[in-house]
């Protein structure tokens, strides 16, 4: 039967690919939690903000993909951009924020947390997962997920074919999570400089791209073309909304995510100016003060 208006709120796509490693995330990330406060102590090594960071991701993914919003964005446009936005920039970085490879690794027990740790495929992936999340191999990969996945044909392809589908899901989520870590986990100087560098051109190509689909004379997804009459909009208007929320919304995040790392670049730099050669200032100039004595 064809979703309207009226029978929106009955469309939850429970689906057991998604549902299933989305509940198993949860129960892991709690006994891992459990665990870990049982160990070091209510609210050390991982504080109560964080545990409410991963919270709100979870929420964030289950309404992308568990929520009506998924079927939504069958009919429209609109709605399946706003589920790309929560997974290309709310869910991953809140679920990062949650420390999740902290908590995770202590839902294992102690002995095969420390086999698994120590295992070379672990090592391995963790040693690709460390190229990869730099600021600009991630920042490639997540530009080219957008522009390839919102090219017409491809996403096309991928609202027709629930295996094709899918894997733009798992392309947007997968280079969201390398991209983000590299933004959060540049705390050296050097490092928050490349991550400024790859936040701004995600920043400049992400409101390039929102604002060719909101200036579009034409509707480019020949799948919403006799889709959206029922929603009160027609194809190009829903493009237009579409456009707007990847230019806007998701703009935001981007312009927020620039602000904080030069930000974080502007207070090493005013550390840098307190020391001389790696000495504080108020050293030399004590020893200037003795010499001239």
Sequence with gaps: ?????????????????????????????????????TSAGWGRGVALSHVVAFAFGTAALFVALVSPLDVLGEELLSAHMAQ????????????????????LAWALPAESRKRFLRSHPWRALAALIGALSRPLPSAFLHGLALW???APRAFDAAVASYGVHMLEHACFFGTAL???????????????????????????????????????????????LDRT????????????????????????????????????LLASRNDKHLTVDGAPQGHWTAVDQRARS
């Design 229 to 264: 009459a029922p929603w009160g909009l027609n194809a190009l208007e829903d493009q237009q909304l579409a456009g707007l929320i990847m230019w806007v919304p998701m703009g935001i995040v981007y312009l927020g995510a620039c602000l904080a790392l030069a930000s974080r």
């Design 148 to 150: 390839g996945w919102h």
């Design 1 to 37: 039967m064809p979703l309207r208006p009226d029978t929106l709120w009955h469309a939850w796509s429970f689906d057991p690919v998604v549902l299933v490693p989305l509940l198993l995330a949860v129960w892991l990330y709690g006994r891992g939690l459990r665990q870990l406060w």
């Design 84 to 103: 790309h936005a929560l997974l290309v920039t709310a869910a991953p970085v809140l679920l990062l924020l949650g420390k999740p490879g902290a908590v």
């Design 178 to 224: 390398l991209f983000w870590k590299a933004i959060l986990d540049a705390h050296s100087r050097r490092r928050a400089a490349a991550a400024l560098g790859a936040a701004f051109a995600t920043l400049v190509h992400g409101g390039l791209l929102g604002a060719l689909l909101t200036t579009a004379p034409f509707p480019l997804y020949a799948w919403y």
